[in-house]
């Protein structure tokens, strides 16, 4: 037996006012077959020497033991479930709304009921898949009150984008992986994407760069980082290029572009679709020494108003390029004779 706390209140044991002692005692139970042991509170009355329990600490006591017994099956807990439902900050309610279950199935899993399997496992689908939730969401739209609806759809879709970016920063140091012992390839330097992410929003922020499509900002990001090779021997982000017929390219860039904190839009282009990255909000890059953006500076003054046609016909007469062969990654050795100083 633990002393957690001690009260001077009136006992309903002795019927007298003392300190009374609240503890912790470790009980072994059987529930649904299963043998579970869990820690248990009660208030401790020493002049009768016995323990007592109140409302509270009865209903706390059973959560407790059938919280053991779902960890033991492999089931959420009661404060798993009810993180789950914090995490979208949205009520009990709703979300047996959402979820077609019965109004009070929620409060009940959250306090004394044990779920089953089925539910359990849409439960977990839910924690672990905001687009889903997005989708009931919208489902269920005119169900829901105007101002829970907006609140409901702002929470998931900000866990969307943070799952959204969680995949693609996994899928693309994945690809990375082959090139980790190649320091040729990555200029010396191990790839960070939030670096890379500080590199495009700072072109992208630059009153002095203009055009800033795809192909533009990827031969930027190279000459970045082939004069900083030149320069200090060693790239700013780490990124992989490969040559291809544009010139060169960083392996992945259909993913990194598309992470949520680089601002994007589509334009129609008569022939196809152009890709213009936009100014952000964000004028800070914390990821950037003043070295860094020196380098970029420079990259800038050079090509920042220069056409697309222009920095392409300008990167095909570089050695990196004229030297590889086409789909072949780069080497930063060709950094050496780089036209920029």
């Known amino acids: 037996m633990k002393v957690l706390r001690t009260v ?18 470790s009980e072994h139970n059987i529930f649904r077959n299963v043998p579970v042991e869990y820690d248990a509170e009660y208030f401790y009355c020493d002049r009768a020497d016995e323990t007592y329990a109140d409302e509270q600490q009865l209903s706390s006591n059973d959560i407790a033991m059938k919280n053991v017994y ?7 807990t009661s404060h798993q479930i009810a993180a789950i439902r914090a995490r979208y900050g949205i009520t009990q309610g709703d979300l047996c709304l959402l979820l077609g279950w019965g109004a009070k199935t929620i409060t009940r899993y959250e306090s004394h009921q044990v779920q089953d399997i089925a ?3 849409i439960l977990r689908k839910l924690d672990s898949d905001p687009e889903w939730f997005l989708q009931l ?12 609806y907006a609140r409901y ?9 943070q799952d959204h970016d969680l995949y693609l920063k996994s899928a693309i140091m994945s690809r990375y992986a082959r090139f ?8 010396g330097k191990l790839l960070s994407l939030e670096v890379v992410v500080d590199m495009i929003r700072y072109y992208a922020n630059s009153s002095m760069v203009t055009g800033l499509f795809r192909v533009k900002l990827m031969k930027l990001l190279w000459y970045a980082d082939a004069l ?9 982000s780490g990124l992989v290029y490969r040559a291809l017929p544009m010139g060169a390219v960083p392996v992945a860039y259909e993913l990194i572009v598309d992470l949520s904190t680089i601002r994007c ?14 100014p952000t909000e964000n004028k800070e890059y914390p990821y950037l020494t003043a070295e860094d953006r020196g380098i970029l500076d420079a990259v800038i003054r050079r090509f920042g108003m220069t056409s697309k046609s222009m920095i392409v016909e300008t990167m095909h007469r570089e050695d990196a390029y004229t030297g590889t062969a086409l789909n072949d990654v780069i080497s930063f050795r060709y950094a050496r004779t780089l036209s920029l100083s």
């Open 8 to 25: 001077t209140m009136l006992c309903p044991c002795c019927m007298e006012e003392h300190a009374v002692q609240t503890v912790s005692v």
């Open 180 to 187: 980790l012992q190649n320091p040729e390839a990555t200029g």
């Open 265 to 278: 839009e589509e334009i129609d282009m008569g022939d196809g679709t152009g890709y213009r990255f936009l």
């Open 228 to 236: 900083s090779y030149k320069r200090r021997g060693r790239s700013i």
């Open 119 to 121: 539910h359990d496992t």
């Open 137 to 148: 969401l919208h489902a269920e739209k005119d169900a829901l009150s105007a101002a829970s």
């Open 70 to 76: 779902r960890g033991k099956t492999g089931l959420l």
């Open 153 to 161: 759809m702002e929470t998931a879709a900000v866990l969307f984008e």
